[in-house]
Structure formats: C-alpha cells, structure tokens
C-alpha cells in the first residue's frame, strides 16, 4: 500500500523558513518523480514544484522560484521541501504527491501558516 | 503557462441523473511519446483529491464504472452517468506534459 506522510508544517512570520519533509512507502521512490502541490483554504489546487527520480531536475512554480527548493533523500525514501522568505499568501495546506505526468498518490498534508 | 479552463465551475445535480465537466487546455497536450497527459481528480470535503482518471480515459482502480472521460488535444470531458451522493465534492483536471503543471480551477458539484 502506498503512503505519504507529510510533516514540518507549523506557523512562522512572514519572512521565515520552514521545512517539510514527506516519507514515502509501499512503492519504488527511487523510481518515481515526486510532486509537491498546495492548496490555500477554501482555495483549488496549486502544483509547486516536481523532482526527477534521481534529483537531477527541478521544477518549480515561478511563485516559489527562488525561495522554494525541493530534493529528496532515496536511500532515506523522502521527499523535501525547503520553504525561505514565506510570503502570507504561501499559506496553504502542502500535500506530497507521487508522480508528475499523471500524479496518483496523495499524502493527507501539512498545514503552513505565514501570518504576523 | 498553460491555462486549463473548465466549465460550469458549480453543478448543480440530481441523484440519479448524468452529469458532465469540461476542460480546456490552452495548449495541447499530446506528448511526443504520443501520450495525452490529462487527469481528473475528486476531492470530497476535508479529503485529499483522489485521481479518478489519467490518461484522459484510463479509469484507476476502485472507480467505479460510472465515471468516464473522453477528448483528445485541447478538449477534454469528465462524465458520470449516474450521479451517487459520495460524488459530492470538487473535480480538477490537470495537464501533465507542459511545465509548470497546471490545474483547471475547480468544478463543484453539489445535490
């Protein structure tokens, strides 16, 4: 059974870090792009940023870019990412995804709150 | 970007009876594998979307058989012939072949 465990959201003044950690089972991580997308409450569904099975490519939503940065650790089966300069607006629930062409899995989320 | 532009955003539905979402893509999404990378996802109140359909009309496993999508390129349908309570919820399309991803804004769909 696959599963997606996201942590390290939390409430942090605008200007912060923060950084979330997603640890992934029950599949091949190593093979698999992952995924991070967002949704802010009451709000649709943002992509934020993607990563190649091996780290070797980034993507990332041009709202984040520069201040985000995603990676993944594969012997350790997690996914990252590394939130600096949070704005107000990147409050959102964060979901760990897996896959990026047809992403199918969905971890429950982790909330951030960038508020003063 | 891509925009993915769906159609109605609120549906109001019976029980019972069919309904239909639309999706639009600014661009096409054919992939030079000659993939079309177009998925629909339904998120229940308080739940995490769960991926109904990929590939444009590939249904994933555990959907049931009265949730169908169709089109090729840009034009793109979710349907459902027989509309269930459990079907409440909010569907989104996403395109997966152009970067960044992008997601239609989001069809809710209410008894």
């Known amino acids: 059974e696959v599963q997606l465990l996201e942590s390290g959201g939390n409430s942090v003044q605008p200007g912060g870090s923060l950084r979330l950690s997603c640890v992934a089972s029950?599949?091949?991580?190593?093979?698999?792009?992952m995924t991070w997308v967002r949704q802010a409450p009451g709000q649709g569904l943002e992509w934020v940023s993607s990563i190649y099975n091996d780290g070797s490519a980034t993507y990332y939503a041009d709202s984040v870019k520069g201040r985000f940065t995603i990676s993944r650790d594969n012997p350790k089966n997690t996914l990252y990412l590394q939130m600096n300069s949070l704005r107000v607006e990147d409050t959102a629930l964060y979901y760990c995804v897996k896959g990026a062409f047809h992403p199918d899995y969905w971890g429950q989320g982790t909330l951030v709150t960038v508020s003063s | 970007d891509v925009v993915m532009t769906q159609s109605p955003l609120s549906l109001p539905v019976t029980l019972g009876q069919p309904a239909s979402i639309s999706c639009r893509s600014s661009q096409s999404l054919v992939h030079s594998d000659g993939n079309t990378y177009l998925s629909w996802f339904h998120q229940r109140p308080g739940q995490s979307p769960r991926r109904l359909i990929y590939?444009?009309?590939n249904r994933d496993s555990g959907v049931p058989d009265r949730f169908s999508g169709s089109g090729s390129g840009t034009e793109f349908t979710l349907r459902i012939t027989r509309m269930e309570a459990e079907d409440v919820g909010v569907y989104y399309c996403m395109q997966g072949i152009h970067w960044p991803r992008t997601f239609g804004q989001g069809t809710k769909v209410e008894i």
């Open positions: 590939k444009v009309s």
């Open positions: 029950g599949f091949t991580f190593s093979g698999q792009f």
